[in-house]
């Protein structure tokens, strides 16, 4: 199993103010944290994508072309690219001069994103919502498998046998992100592609049957279904013990899901949420390293199997040093634990 980190590079408010602070350091902090992660042997790191005050990573590849030139064998990825929002060719040449940049080390995982801000940023009526990903998408299949293409939709200028560059170092690798939506699991299935699956909350076996409806639709389709992947991206944390985990996770966790909540009517989190969640069976991988690997391979079990795992922690206002010792006990036990 494949093992990383996703990170939406979380800004530092001031508590009086709301204002961002030390947006400098931050970024500094990330690509530190990115470095250490490809020192520590994880598989991946991986960068969000979001409009907002209270994260920087607006721009995700920029920052995954900074790590590039500080890292060697870690595969740098989307999580997610808000393809909806923007124009399949210049995500493709982006991603595909990544990978130059990190000798064809770059995927990308598209989505239509858990936020809407980026709709009315571009100018994109929200009620195309899904159309614009399912058109978008083709399209950037279409050039990933073309260096020349023709083209017309909906939503963008046709394209007459026109030639896209740079061609990346191997064919670019792109996962479809899914929430809990079952088109969109089918849809994945149905183009072949591989799925990451973000279970953010309630308890990760539910989502069992959606991704039994994926395989079904890559056989129905006639995809080698032993060419196809099924990832995981988990809100979590690593600590030297599993009180320490839950202590030093909590604030920050309840702090930001009970802001995000306020925007989707959700109940504020209480302590007694969170340890429930935390559980045998919650969605949140929270704990020792001994736990955590548990934790992950009893997951990968309840789906049927994974091949990828990422971790969230940048939802909790955690400490860059708190980040750092996690990273280094990712490598140095967690891994070996759940590959041994």
Do not use: C
């Amino acid at each position: 199993m494949e093992i990383g980190i996703d990170d939406f590079g979380a800004s530092v408010l001031d508590p009086q103010t709301d204002a961002v602070v030390h947006a400098q350091q931050s970024m500094a902090e990330l690509l530190e944290r990115i470095e250490q992660a490809d020192k520590s042997g994880l598989h991946l790191f991986g960068m969000g994508e979001h409009h907002r005050k209270e994260f920087f990573d607006s721009s995700p590849v920029t920052i995954l072309a900074a790590a590039a030139s500080r890292t060697s064998q870690i595969k740098l990825s989307s999580a997610v690219t808000v393809l909806s929002a923007a124009d399949p060719v210049r995500v493709f040449q982006s991603y595909a001069t990544l990978d130059l940049i990190s000798n064809g080390r770059a995927e990308m995982v598209v989505g239509r994103g858990s936020f809407i801000d980026a709709f009315p940023l571009f100018g994109l009526d929200l009620g195309n919502y899904d159309e614009l990903f399912v058109e978008k998408l083709g399209l950037l299949l279409k050039i990933r498998d073309n260096e020349r293409v023709t083209w017309s939709g909906r939503f963008r200028a046709p394209l007459n046998d026109q030639p896209i560059y740079p061609r990346p170092v191997n064919k670019l690798p792109i996962w479809v992100g899914v929430g809990g939506t079952p088109a969109s699991f089918a849809r994945a299935g149905t183009l072949g592609l591989p799925l990451m699956v973000a279970v953010i909350g309630g308890e990760t076996h539910r989502f069992r049957p959606l991704v039994d409806m994926y395989w079904a639709a890559a056989e129905r389709a006639g995809h080698d279904l032993d060419t196809l992947e099924v990832g995981l991206h988990s809100l979590g944390y690593v600590a030297d013990s599993t009180e320490q985990a839950a202590d030093e996770f909590f604030p920050g966790y309840a702090r930001q899901m009970t802001r995000i909540g306020k925007e989707r009517g959700w109940a504020p989190i209480t302590r007694g949420h969170f340890d429930a969640q935390r559980g045998k069976l919650g969605a949140l991988v929270v704990g020792g390293p001994e736990e955590v690997a548990e934790k992950m391979l009893r997951h990968s079990k309840a789906l049927g199997g994974v091949t990828r795992f990422s971790l969230q922690m940048g939802v909790a206002d955690l400490t860059h040093e708190q980040q750092m010792n996690a990273i280094r006990l990712i490598g140095e036990q967690v891994i070996p634990r759940v590959n041994s």
